[in-house]
């Protein structure tokens, strides 16, 4: 008897636990989803600022102000002071900077060799060089 209450008790433990871990999985991949909802919902109202604050420049634009006067606009967003122009330009180099870094960053689907690792070291030995040589070319009694 004891040992059939024993299995049984150990079989009930051992199925809580499973569906404890489980819920709790859950529970954690339900706060990343919600995290990754808030992000989208951020870029989502960041993007619809961008496009509004290029909206308005443009109309600025197209109703005759000068350059001047279309730099100094600004508007009030979130109790802050925002120039629009500058906001606008800052926004355009971040885009270029996340596209540049998209396009550097290729992930490759093989290990780094031995000989993978000697090549960069040679070729960048060799850039070295190159770099000091050329520094230290004399023209006539100039140097370079």
């Known amino acids: 008897m004891q040992r059939i209450l024993f299995l049984f008790l150990f079989t009930a433990i051992f199925l809580f636990w499973e569906a404890a871990d489980f819920s709790v999985q859950q529970v954690l991949a339900q706060n990343y989803a919600k995290e990754d909802e808030k992000a989208l919902i951020a870029e989502k109202e960041r993007q619809k600022f961008l496009t509004e604050m290029q909206t308005l420049l443009n109309a600025a634009s197209k109703a005759g102000f000068s350059e001047k006067e279309i730099r100094e606009i600004t508007v009030t967003r ?5 120039h629009v122009w500058d906001f606008l330009e800052q ?10 870094a998209k396009k550097r960053s290729k992930p490759r689907e093989r290990y780094l060799t031995v000989m993978d690792i000697a090549e960069e070291m040679q070729s960048g030995e060799t850039r070295d060089l190159d770099a000091i040589k050329d520094k230290s070319t004399f023209i006539g009694a100039e140097e370079k």
């Open 78 to 82: 979130k109790g802050k002071v925002v």
């Open 91 to 100: 926004a355009k180099l971040q885009q270029k900077k996340d596209a540049l």
